[in-house]
């Protein structure tokens, strides 16, 4: 089991609210789906947590940023972060999740 959560301003529209609930369904349903077909987030989780045992190991002053590490080593957190640059910069969605399913989504304009 596993939680999708996106974080907004208080203030947002109830609509933009439903709109981001509905991407957060569709990529939980994509995940799900290619967990159980090829134990996509398996994988994945075991990338983030490798990569997070890495950074935690070094020596304070030598740590590297965790995100970019993260997004280095797994494709489920560069297709994260894409998705929010994407949203941010088109307010459009259009990607292949695993190279495989298709998310697409776009925010009311």
Not at 67 to 80: G, K, M, N, Q, V
Request: negative net charge; contains cysteine; hydrophobic residues 40%.
């Amino acid at each position: 089991m596993f939680h999708i959560v996106l974080a907004l301003r208080a203030v947002g529209n109830n609509s933009i609210v439903a709109c981001y609930h509905e991407l957060s369904q569709r990529l939980g349903l994509i995940l799900k789906h290619e967990e159980q077909r090829v134990g996509y987030l398996t994988q994945q989780m075991r990338s983030l947590i490798a990569a997070q045992d890495e950074v935690s190991s070094l020596p304070e002053d030598q740590q590297e940023h965790h995100f970019s590490l993260a997004t280095e080593r797994s494709h489920l957190a560069r297709d994260i972060q894409n998705i929010y640059h994407d949203l941010c910069n088109t307010g459009e969605v259009r990607m292949y999740i695993n190279k495989w399913v298709e998310l697409s989504f776009c925010l009311p304009q």
